[in-house]
């Protein structure tokens, strides 16, 4: 079942890449787009959940998360690498490849994307470090372009904790080189902290 979603969920990102990159004429677009509803209404009929409305789909993140989720076409997906597998000790190390779709200035992944990279990576250090938590602060740093159709190193680690913040930081890396890096503070939410895989949490909810 999972590995279905994950086929399909691949699918659907090439075709989100093919279609920003695809130029052609009215008939190709219509008939592609008659195509896609075709597979959309397979998808409905086989739900109750309204698209765009709130559904809760579990927590903590899986495989439909919005930046991990292998399962979620709008996930790049970052891959989250064991701990220490490839950082120092107590951080988290993960790969993610952006693309065409991700394009911001001519060339490079949009900066929008690269936060969310990163705030992804500070919630994953947190908790990791035990101290799962919600970012309330993440300041950016865009030191140089990041590129898309490369997979991208991430590095993020806890840095520190005064009561219920806790503060992160991480890289974005290609060639070695750090392309952009953030500082966070994050605070615990008790609630979420106590879930392996319970409801998603509502706002506001501590
Ligand atoms: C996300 C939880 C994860 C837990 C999951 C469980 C297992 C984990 C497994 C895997 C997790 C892996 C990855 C997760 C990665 C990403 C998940 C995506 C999550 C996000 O997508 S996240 C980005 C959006 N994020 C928000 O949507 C937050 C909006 N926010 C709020 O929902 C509230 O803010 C809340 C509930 C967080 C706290 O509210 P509250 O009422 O409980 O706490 P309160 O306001 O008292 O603040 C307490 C202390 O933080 C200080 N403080 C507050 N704001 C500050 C700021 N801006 N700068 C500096 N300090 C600040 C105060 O000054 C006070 O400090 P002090 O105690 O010293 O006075």
Redesign the pocket.
Known sequence: MLEGKAILAARIRELIELTVLVDGPESMFAEAADRVAAVVSILRAATDSEPGVPAGRG???GVDDA?EGVGNPLAPPMIIGHPGESGADGEVAALVTLGSAHEGAPGRAHGGWVAAIL??AV??AA?QAGS??????LTVDYHRATPYGVPLDVRSRRVDQA???VFASAEILTDGQVTASATA?L?T?RA??N?AGGERPG????
């Open positions: 927590w903590p993140p930046l705030d992804h919630g994953r908790a799962p938590g919600m970012t309330v602060s009561g219920r913040k503070t605070v939410v979420l902290a879930k706002p506001g909810s501590d």
